[in-house]
């Protein structure tokens, strides 16, 4: 759920407004906590509006909306095929899993293409989760569901949950569309090393790929629009 609030201040005859952000509610939640971070903020609003040295001060508050609309979160889930523009590029992996765990084949990937690669090993059908589940015992998903939702909260929990794994690698997220569009979703900023996913959508279903080759995928030979 979305929650929204507004608090209306009288203003020789005006009504003067003050609006906070958007709170995402889920069952995990604390209400307790949550409540007490928005008393906090609208009493500093308030006491922000009294002390601009207009000498007015709040004679009352005349209504307070509450606005609730359904959470629809992005998560990635059971397979998609690459989209035609995407295949001439050979720049993703796209693994072909029949269950909800396609960020953690993506995750993996990455590692053991870069650490077979440097071996001078070729992995053969590498779309195929049986390269990549024998090392899903590494990793702690602990307090993550599956399938993993597309939040900066959820991805920055796993890198931290991960850091052993991922030898400090950040992770990034860009939503690539049916048309071409390459759209940032979740970018780490706080390292220069990355894993790269994408995230194919088909109608309200999603599903994560590896971007092996970055490069490749904005290469403008190819049809895309960042």
């Given at each position: 759920n979305e929650k929204e609030n507004k608090l209306f201040f009288a203003n020789e005859g005006e009504d003067n407004h003050y609006k906070h952000k958007h709170y995402i509610i889920t069952k995990a939640t604390d209400f307790d906590s949550l409540y007490e971070e928005i008393i906090n903020e609208i009493s500093a609003a308030v006491g922000d509006f009294q002390g601009k040295g207009s000498g007015w001060?709040?004679?009352?508050?005349?209504?307070?909306?509450?606005?609730?609309?359904k959470y629809e979160p992005i998560k990635g889930g059971t397979f998609i095929k690459t989209y035609d523009w995407l295949k001439h590029k050979h720049c993703i992996i796209n693994v072909k899993n029949n269950d909800d765990r396609c960020f953690l084949y993506s995750i993996i990937a990455s590692s053991c293409h870069n650490e077979y690669k440097?071996?001078?090993?070729?992995?053969?059908?590498?779309?195929?989760?049986?390269?990549?589940?024998?090392?899903?015992?590494?990793?702690?998903?602990?307090?993550i569901d599956f399938p993993v939702e597309c939040k900066e909260s959820i991805i920055?929990?796993?890198?931290?949950?991960?850091?052993?794994?991922?030898d400090g690698i950040g992770i990034n997220v860009f939503e690539l569309t049916k048309n071409g569009k390459i759209i940032p979703l979740i970018i780490n900023h706080k390292t220069t090393k990355h894993?790269?996913?994408?995230?194919?959508?088909?109608?309200?279903?999603?599903h994560y790929v590896w971007i092996k080759d970055f490069n490749k995928l904005v290469n403008k030979k190819g049809k895309h629009t960042m």
């Open positions: 001060t709040i004679e009352s508050i005349n209504e307070m909306f509450l606005s609730l609309v440097a071996k001078g090993i070729k992995i053969d059908n590498p779309n195929r989760p049986r390269h990549y589940e024998p090392y899903l015992k590494y990793i702690n998903m602990k307090g920055r929990k796993f890198e931290k949950q991960n850091e052993v794994v991922l894993i790269n996913l994408g995230l194919l959508r088909d109608g309200d279903k999603f």
